[in-house]
């Protein structure tokens, strides 16, 4: 069963994941009513301004909804009498100007002022059309939860510390799920020109991280289940999960091998595609390319992928490092997705330190800033992680191929060739896309699954 069916009158397809939930006009939408002749919503590649307006009123409707849903004083009262010291929540209310100080893709967060001046964050998540099922979102907060109680008990790293949390049930007072936190000052490190030392301060302190994290190997993949029992509990990445015919939450794994998880991920994503749930732009295009990475690609990837496996923090794009006017690290937040995985994703570099564009276009060359960090780790007699770092294209390259539907169909080719010259490199320097799936289309000419999809007229 679809994670979202279709909202257009009399439709009972399955909507597409992504890009099939339009938060302008509250549907979900399925592959044909997501087409220009029946969904009328701005596209923002086309019309940005008029998208922008909408995008605008829609999440100003989407924010006075959720903080509506704060009960204020309960939330006052539970921080006052947890510190035992007074505190203050000011009257909820949506300030579209300075929305970057409080909220992100997925949370909102509410300041709590305690009379002696220390402030706390209560954390709450965001929901709109695009958001998934009450039962994966509390699984979210009770595993961020987690990390944090992982991370402060077991390591250095520096983070915010948990005061309390609650998922979203009747009898929370707040009324709505939440993670009480210290608010950390900094600003974030996406955020900052660096210079070569402040870069070299910034890499030597998150070799500590990365040092850190190897200390703690654990015996499956997945990500920490609750707060009370660090064990590891099924993976809960967005492109992962799925329902079953009764709309109960269906999840992928604990893993106890590199090789099942990643083959799990990729029949999911095939399955989702076969579906029209995922790639519903380029389905065959993705098809070819999740079905040659699962007969073709896994098998010698996980060869290399041996456990034990380790924490990573899946959303590492920079702004998730918090650092002070000297650049030292004051806090790494926003664990949310955070996942036991193979070594070698686990210590591929941080996005952050990816040459976007080079990336994007399909390069595999390493940017300034991985060769650097993985430079300092050999400095520090840490050779495993560097070299993991030398090699973290792999990693980076198949996180983008599989599942990583972004809507914008040029990525695809541009992940995969590049994975495919990571993995194999002599064969296929010089190959180009339209040649490989030339190749592709006479390799699966006659399964059945391509054939369905292009008898149904996917693109
Ligand atoms: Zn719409
Ligand atoms: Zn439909």
Known sequence: ????????????????????????????????????????????????????????????????????????????????????????????????????????????????????????????????????????????????????????????????????????????????????????????LSDCDLTDADRECVLSQLADVFAALKQHPFNEIGCLLDPDNLSVGPVLDESTIDADENGNLLLLGPFKSALEYRTASIKHQIELILRGESYSDNAI??????????DYVIESVTRNEQGPFFLKHMDDKGDHILVDDEFRIVGIIDWEWAQITTQSEAFAAPLYFLDVGLYYSGSNELSRKEVEFASNLKRRNEAGLADLVYGGRVAHRLAHCVGGDTGDIEDLPNHFMGLLRAVLPRNNERETWAHWRGGAMMTYEKDEDLQNLIQKGSK
């Open 1 to 188: 069963m679809p994670l979202f069916k279709c909202t257009f009158p009399g439709c009972l397809q399955p909507g597409v994941g992504r890009q099939g939930s339009c938060r302008l006009c509250n549907n979900h939408l399925c592959t044909k009513h997501l087409r220009q002749d029946f969904h009328h919503c701005p596209d923002w590649r086309v019309n940005e301004r008029e998208y922008v307006i909408k995008s605008t009123e829609a999440e100003i409707a989407e924010m006075t909804a959720l903080l509506s849903q704060v009960n204020v004083c309960a939330l006052r009262d539970r921080a006052a009498a947890l510190r035992k010291v007074d505190c203050t929540v000011l009257a909820l209310s949506y300030d579209h100007q300075s929305r970057f100080s409080v909220m992100g893709g997925m949370n909102y967060h509410i300041p709590i002022h305690f009379v002696d001046g220390v402030t706390w964050l209560c954390r709450i998540r965001r929901h709109n059309i695009t958001t998934t099922p009450v039962a994966h979102q509390n699984r979210l907060i009770l595993s961020e939860v987690a990390t944090y109680q992982f991370l402060s008990s077991r390591t250095q790293i520096p983070i915010p510390k948990v005061h309390d949390y609650s998922i979203y049930s009747p009898s929370n007072p707040i009324g709505v799920g939440y993670i009480l936190m210290d608010k950390l000052a900094g600003k974030p």
């Open 285 to 294: 295009d993705a098809y070819l390319v999740h079905r040659f990475v699962l």
